[in-house]
């Protein structure tokens, strides 16, 4: 059960980097210019050390991406993920990314996600080998590769990046898309997708900036996002 939004390239703007006095405006924003996947950052000061947001987020703009036939995308930066699954999907999760480095049971908790309707991704930090996702192969929707050391946006992406990505899209099922994260911007977007990344997260470069919406769309030219 692959989320629709997700079979093809998309750029997923991060809220991580809205202005969360206005957080439903921004997200239109980017909405009314064809953005189709919104990326939730949860961090719970133990995977990573920052704390942000959880369930509550996430059901405070189901509805409102639901007007668009848009999907939210969280992206579980948590321990033990697998004790939090039900929270987001009943919350309004489309999609759950959760860490290869989190939880000794990934088989267990990328089935729970597809049990409860939603798509299962299976994040990897920069030093994590991609050996994990020979073992989840068939289990998954969606492959993020991190392009920065998780816990903040704004950092710099990481170069090695370029060939990690190559390497993973070459081990992943055919249709299963393959995210990149941190960094991104027009340029990182480009090389990234030349090494064979579909979905693009972007916070700074698209929330973060003064003009999310040409920010999304220039992106999303970029990259090849119908924005439909
Ligand atoms: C970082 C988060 C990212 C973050 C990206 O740990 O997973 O999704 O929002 O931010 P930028 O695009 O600013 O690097
Ligand atoms: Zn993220």
């Given at each position: 059960m692959r989320p629709p939004q997700l079979s093809v390239t998309r750029v997923a703007p991060s809220i991580l980097a809205a202005d969360f006095s206005k957080l439903g405006a921004q997200v239109r924003e980017v909405l009314d210019v064809g953005a189709k996947v919104i990326h939730v950052d949860v961090m719970d000061?133990?995977?990573?050390p920052s704390i942000t947001m959880g369930p509550l987020a996430v059901s405070a703009l189901r509805e409102i991406v639901a007007e668009y036939g848009a999907m939210l995308d969280v992206h579980l930066m948590i321990e033990r993920p697998e004790r939090h699954i039900a929270e987001f999907t009943n919350a309004g999760a489309g999609s759950i990314t959760v860490h290869a480095e989190a939880t000794p049971h990934l088989d267990y908790v990328l089935d729970e996600i597809r049990a409860a309707g939603a798509g299962a991704s299976l994040a990897v930090c920069?030093?994590?080998?991609?050996?994990v996702y020979g073992e989840v192969r068939e289990m998954i929707d969606m492959a993020l590769c991190m392009t920065v050391n998780p816990g903040w946006g704004g950092q710099g992406f990481i170069e090695s990046s370029i060939g990690k990505i190559e390497r993973l899209r070459h081990m992943l099922a055919e249709g299963v898309s393959l995210a990149v994260d941190g960094g991104i911007a027009l340029g990182t977007a480009e090389r990234c997708a030349a090494a064979g990344a579909t979905t693009f997260v972007a916070g700074t470069a698209v929330l973060g900036s003064a003009d999310p919406a040409g920010a999304y769309v220039a992106l999303a030219e970029t990259v090849g996002d119908p924005r439909v």
């Open positions: 000061g133990h995977f990573v920069p030093s994590t080998p991609l050996t």
